[in-house]
């Protein structure tokens, strides 16, 4: 069965602290890989699209990696404005629809 | 900028009631998107369209409708509400199947 796993749930850094966000996949083609953000009551924001292994992807403090089996979401000195849930999602080679993880919440405290 | 409204931020409705949820997009998208998000879960596909009166079940299309009778509106209906229908509702729109999403700011039912 086509699975995304974030990991974690949840994840609390003090500001400027470093540290990654995992979305593992068992799924049976990759046609890309998607992150997004998601703000408490707003709907996702797109960040990245990620297409092979090796590939990688920067925006500001965030950058994205792919392997062939997961994706991680690295986050260099984060600011309490990067708090938000980060959700990723795969999309796969025999249809258009997109699977999705259930998020990691990430909250930068000051 | 891409903008993606839906009609109603917060609905509390009661059961058997119908609803009408109202997504509208301004970029001339061809593809848009109805999405459930509960805690937990991830966005879990109801009903998609490609094309002015044309739509596709999702993953989870049981008692929900969607109508697109124009090409920026695609509306998703419940026909009699239930208390497992209580959800946040997500819109969303693309120009290809393959690239990203723009998703509206979300629409939060509440069914008592």
């Known amino acids: 069965e086509d699975q995304v796993t974030q990991s974690p749930e949840a994840l609390r850094l003090q500001e400027g602290e470093s540290s990654s966000l995992n979305c593992s996949y068992t799924?049976?083609?990759?046609?890309?890989l998607f992150w997004y953000r998601q703000d408490p009551g707003k709907g996702p924001e797109f960040l990245f699209t990620l297409y092979s292994a090796g590939e990688e992807k920067e925006k500001e403090r965030l950058k994205a990696t792919l392997t062939k089996k997961e994706s991680f979401l690295h986050i260099t000195a984060p600011k309490p404005e990067d708090s938000a849930t980060y959700l990723c999602?795969?999309?796969?080679?025999?249809?258009?629809?997109?699977?999705w993880g259930a998020g990691t919440k990430l909250i930068i405290k000051p | 900028d891409v903008k993606v409204t839906q009609s109603s931020r917060y609905l509390v409705k009661r059961t058997g009631e119908k609803v009408f949820l109202e997504c509208v997009q301004d970029m001339d998208h061809e593809n848009m998107f109805w999405y459930r998000q509960d805690p937990g879960l991830g966005l879990r596909l109801i009903y998609f369209?490609?094309?002015?009166?044309?739509?596709e079940k999702g993953d989870i299309p049981e008692g929900y409708s969607v109508s697109r009778e124009k090409k920026e509106r695609f509306s998703l209906i419940l026909e009699s509400a239930s208390t497992n229908q209580t959800s946040m509702y997500l819109c969303a729109s693309t120009t290809t199947p393959t690239l990203e999403l723009f998703f509206g700011e979300g629409s939060r039912l509440t069914v008592l």
């Open positions: 369209s490609y094309d002015v009166k044309m739509k």
């Open positions: 799924v049976s083609g990759l046609r890309g």
């Open positions: 999602a795969v999309r796969l080679d025999s249809n258009y629809q997109l699977i």
